[in-house]
């Protein structure tokens, strides 16, 4: 059985950063692509960034790139998403998801098998 469990997601002010992590049970971690999604209430799935197994291979939405940054832990299973300069723009539950990198494509929630529950993130202004 795959779990996959997001921490890190609270109440910071603007300007202000956080660390998200996502761990990851039942599946050869190495083997999959991880990215991170975010979703306001009423708005579609907004993905974020992804990096590949290996982690040789980082990829950001315009709307963070060069704000956060994704990195993973292969001996502990772990995948992390920095978020520095935060806005109320940013408040939203952050998922993590597991998959494939498809470069042509590579936020289609169609390549990602398992996805967390996940994390609150709200930003004060």
């Known amino acids: 059985q795959v779990q996959m469990v997001e921490s890190g997601g609270d109440l910071v002010q603007s300007g202000g950063s956080l660390r998200l992590s996502c761990t990851v049970t039942?599946?050869?971690?190495?083997?999959?692509?991880m990215g991170w999604f975010r979703q306001v209430p009423g708005k579609e799935r907004e993905g974020l960034s992804l990096?590949?197994?290996?982690?040789?291979?980082?990829y950001y939405a315009d709307s963070v790139k060069g704000r956060f940054t994704i990195s993973r832990n292969n001996d502990r299973d772990t995948v992390y998403l920095r978020l520095d300069r935060l806005s109320p723009e940013d408040t939203a539950i952050y998922y993590c998801?597991?998959?494939?990198?498809?470069?042509?494509?590579?936020?289609?929630?169609?390549?990602?098998?398992?996805w967390g529950q996940g994390t609150q993130v709200t930003v004060s202004a």
């Open positions: 998801a597991a998959g494939i990198y498809n470069y042509q494509d590579p936020f289609n929630r169609v390549n990602f098998a398992y």
């Open positions: 039942g599946i050869v971690f190495a083997n999959y692509a």
């Open positions: 990096i590949t197994g290996s982690g040789s291979i980082t």
